[in-house]
């Protein structure tokens, strides 16, 4: 790297120190530490009926019987997990703390220039970095002109803790109904601490007009570290909902702990996709995000379908199985990812697909690269049960190793018990073929550019399936993820 | 866990005892192994490796590694096979062939000792890392003798070895030892028939190890076919030298409960790894092939297929796993898994797995699992051959494929004979 580029850096990484993220609001702020107390507290807050609390307190105490069985954090990921100091984290912060800006010009002059490489328009880059957007945009009526047009649909779509309020009886109805808190160490954190999060509820035979998105809802940026989304999608109804943004984002919490719940009744179908850019750490593996989820749909009626799609570029740490419940007879299950990680980053990612009703299928595309010094794992699992006749399954995962210090690994496992299942899995592990590079150089190609087409070549048949504008950002933020690592 | 601390004294026991009779053979290696085991204890359902696989279950309170004698008396399959044939009962040599082609040793571990300790020292418990493996461990530290097949440098044993594998304790754990070393540019083929004879409740948990020096080549078959109420742990450990070759196809057809332990360490370059293998899971059979390949070293390429056929409560566990190391470059690595659900109630587990740490490399799996090609069964029926024998002519022949990979045509033959008595019995 130049000269010049490595003092760039250098003020860049001087700059978060400059406008840090420490800056104190005065906040509603639950004293660091993890007790039935604090679950009280979060719960008083948020002013929650008495069976939500003990919901939560079954979740903690369950989470407890984990870290005293000595277990604690699963240990079979492809990760290096730092430990977790779980009464060091403070769980209840209203508001978040945010920097509070004035104007574009303070901004870290590395997100600026990611923003406009992406072609986020201005308006959108000051709401992102979390200057006061009232000033320069009225988001509100925005949002309000968005909430009318779902309204009139019988949409419910709202942050949770709205919905607790408001539609009581959904959320004791679905809650936990896809990942109970006994499902594994992050959801039982998850289920006692949960802050906020999202729900959306789909009602018979509505077609959701426009893509749902986290994006729409300005109270919902700020609830990072332990959300909770779920989704519920009633007969012959359908719905895209986007996670995430395309966008760096920086906070300030290093544990996030998700859980993401869908429900598919009958003919009905959810598209879910997330582009995750959280945080990676720096180039030695200092700080960045831990992003630990748990996202799981069920295609509780015949004729369903999930699909999720996923860009994973972010994280220091990603651990996260989007994964589908075939219950329904005829029913659908879909995963696509492209995982990138390059400097220290660890990835282990994947998908369940869990065949139960009959005639169901599932598709699993996997694209890993990795670069720099970073571990990308592929992780899932298919099984088909004994009263699951027909059920097919693909999976294909696919490596691709961008120098010689990364590693890309595959861990699938197929679990069949019914004889009329077909079940197909292939993997690869390549790196750029010296004759693709040659044939770009010779055509005039810079070998940087070479190595982004190629890469988008092989991440295309999954971006493809992102929303059509997300997925023209999602290219470009490979395409800038790439510029560091690769050359 | 009891029976664990009660294998681990009766060890002690014999080790004392051989300390106490003044020969010490190869304790320290005996007494790490078993100190490897003692620390690992025997896997439980917990333990990744064994999720599947229940066997520390067969390791009931009152086992012990008291053997039964006697001797099996019974026609042996491959006993017309033309080479050089031994016999072992529960894991020991019956006697030394007569007439060796020159350049070959075959004894008992312990007559090797007391002829070349440095030999024997140098070469045992050299392929297996006692910290894996907690039964090659227990196997390692439990082994008073075993056996040792030499090929001296530059031999080339045109002969196959036929090794004919008897149990008659029905009780107590067996575990042979056996070590084949191939020196620099030797080259032996060698066959194992664990038979049907003998002992039915027999539990053998044995270690094998074979090094193959630079420019060596080793040729392995191994053939499982004991009963039904049989308990088989089957560790193989391979260490190759540069330019080696190795190939192994490990058929499991016999067994209540199998697990092979197939471990590969080619460390150094340009080396060749083959490993095949073939089950066939009846009954209530459990049938596990555990394969692990450990690209150490640049240059290398390994080859892998691997067929199972579960039928009734059957279950089948397939895991494969290829690791290059970092600066292994130029790997080319294939593994293949295949398996075929004839009945409802049969289950198969396959966790096929890639962990690469070098980019130069080609490395792929795949695994499928299903039924028979409709297509196929289709255009078989469209000739006039009626479903159930169209059924049986291509399971046999999607068994064949492993099978034909065997150099040994007599043996071929044989396991031709068997797949069709298996698959016909099992159709009717």
């Known amino acids: ?487 | 866990m009891q029976i664990e601390q009660k294998l681990l004294n009766e060890i002690n026991a014999r080790l004392e005892r051989q300390d106490a009779n003044g020969g010490n053979g190869w304790a320290s290696t005996r007494r790490l192994a078993a100190g490897a085991f003692k620390d690992m204890g025997l896997p439980t359902r917990r333990s990744e490796a064994y999720k599947y696989t229940p066997v520390a279950k067969r390791f009931t309170d009152n086992l012990s590694l008291e053997n039964e004698a006697g001797t099996v008396q019974a026609t042996r399959a491959l006993e017309q096979l033309d080479g050089i044939h031994l016999s072992t009962t529960n894991g020991l040599l019956d006697s030394v062939p007569a007439h060796l082609p020159s350049g070959l040793t075959i004894s008992s571990l312990v007559d090797a000792y007391q002829g070349n300790r440095v030999f024997v020292n140098d070469h045992l418990s050299r392929a297996f890392v006692a910290e894996r493996d907690a039964f090659s461990s227990l196997a390692a530290a439990a082994a008073e003798d075993g056996i040792l097949i030499h090929v001296a440098a530059n031999t080339a044993v045109d002969q196959t070895i036929v090794i004919h594998h008897d149990n008659v304790s029905s009780s107590g754990l067996v575990q042979p030892r056996l070590l084949v070393v191939a020196d620099k540019g030797a080259s032996v083929q060698i066959i194992e028939h664990f038979g049907h004879a003998g002992a039915s409740s027999a539990f053998e948990n044995r270690i094998a190890e074979m090094m193959v020096a630079d420019g060596g080549s080793i040729d392995h078959v191994l053939i499982f076919e004991r009963s039904e109420e049989a308990t088989f742990v089957n560790g193989l450990h391979v260490y190759q030298e540069g330019s080696s070759h190795y190939a192994t196809n490990t058929i499991t057809l016999g067994g209540g409960m199998v697990r092979n332990n197939l471990h590969f360490l080619p460390d150094g370059e340009e080396c060749e790894t083959h490993l095949n293998g073939l089950y066939i899971a009846r009954g209530s059979q459990h049938i596990d092939n555990h394969t692990f390949v450990d690209h150490a070293k640049p240059n290398c390429e390994s080859n892998e297929l691997f067929k199972g056929i579960v039928a009734d409560t059957a279950t089948g566990v397939f895991n494969g796993k290829i690791l290059v190391r970092q600066d292994s470059q130029k790997i080319n690595a294939y593994q293949s898994s295949k398996s075929i659900l004839l009945d409802r109630s049969a289950s198969i587990y396959a966790k096929p797995e890639l962990e690469i740490y070098a980019d130069d490399v080609r490395c792929s799996h795949g695994a499928t699992t299903g039924e028979l090609d409709e297509d196929a069964l289709f255009y078989l029926r469209a000739r006039g051959i009626p479903a159930e024998k169209a059924r049986l002519l291509l399971l046999e022949a999607f068994a064949r494929d492993v099978v034909d990979l065997i150099k040994e045509g007599s043996v071929r033959d044989y396991l031709y004979a068997r797949l069709h008595a298996i698959l016909e019995a099992h159709a009717s």
Not at chain 1, 351 to 360: D, Q, R
Not at chain 1, 382 to 397: L, M, P, T, Y
Not at chain 1, 467 to 482: G, S, T
């Open chain 1, 1 to 487: 790297m130049s000269e010049n580029g490595t003092e760039l850096l250098h003020e860049v990484a001087q700059s978060e120190y400059k406008y840090g993220f420490v800056t104190d609001i005065e906040s509603d702020k639950a004293p660091a530490g993890l007790s039935e107390d604090t679950i009280r507290f979060i719960s008083a807050k948020k002013n929650e009926p008495s069976w939500l609390l003990e919901w939560r307190l079954r979740a903690y105490r369950h989470f407890v019987s984990l870290m005293e069985d000595g277990d604690g954090l699963p240990e079979w990921a492809h990760l290096n997990i730092p430990p977790i100091d779980f009464q060091a984290i403070s769980y209840y912060s209203a508001p978040k703390q945010k920097p509070e800006l004035e104007s574009l010009d303070e901004v870290d002059p590395e997100l600026i220039d990611t923003f406009n490489k992406l072609g986020i328009p201005l308006a959108e880059q000051e709401r992102l970095v979390g200057i006061a957007v009232d000033v320069v945009m009225d988001s509100v009526s925005v949002t309000t002109t968005f909430n009318k047009e779902l309204e009139k649909n019988g949409i419910i779509f709202c942050s949770f803790s709205e919905a607790v309020q408001n539609h009581p009886e959904l959320i004791q109805k679905y809650l936990g109904s896809v990942v109970p808190h006994t499902d594994n160490f992050f959801a039982a954190l998850n289920s006692a601490v949960f802050s906020d999060g999202s729900f959306c509820y789909i009602p018979k035979g509505v077609k959701c007009p426009v893509e749902l998105s986290t994006y729409f809802r300005i109270n919902e940026a700020g609830t990072g570290q332990f959300e909770r989304t779920l989704i519920v999608a009633d007969e012959d109804s359908y719905v895209s909902y986007l996670e995430g943004c395309t966008a760096p984002q920086r906070d300030e919490n290093q544990l996030h702990a998700a859980v993401v719940e869908i429900v598919a009744h009958d003919d009905a179908e959810v598209k879910y996709s997330t582009i995750q850019n959280w945080y990676p750490g720096n180039s030695e593996g200092v700080g960045g995000i831990y992003n630990f989820v748990t996202k799981r749909g069920i295609c509780q009626g015949d004729r369903s379908k999930i699909s999720w799609t996923q860009l994973e570029t972010g994280s220091s740490i990603t651990w996260k199985y989007p994964s589908c419940i075939l219950k329904g007879d005829d029913s659908v299950g879909e995963f696509y990812s492209v995982a990138f990680t390059k400097g220290m980053q660890q990835a282990d990612t994947g998908t369940k697909m869990i065949h139960i009703g009959k005639n169901t299928s599932s598709t699993i595309i996997s694209k890993g690269i990795s670069a720099g010094k970073s571990q990308n794992s592929y992780r899932g699992l298919v099984k088909v049960n004994r009263g699951a006749e027909n059920a097919r399954n693909f999976s294909q995962c696919d490596s691709m190793l961008l120098g010689d210090r990364c590693g890309a690994h595959t861990f699938p496992y197929l679990e069949i018990s019914n004889p009329t299942a077909k079940v197909e899995h292939e993997a690869t592990t390549s790196k750029i073929g010296e004759d693709q590079i040659f044939y770009c150089l010779q055509r005039g190609i810079s070998e940087q550019d070479a190595i982004k087409l190629i890469v988008n070549g092989f991440a295309k048949e999954i971006l493809a399936m992102l929303p059509m504008e997300f997925a023209v950002e999602a290219r470009n933020l490979l395409a800038i993820e790439l510029e560091g690592s690769v050359g």
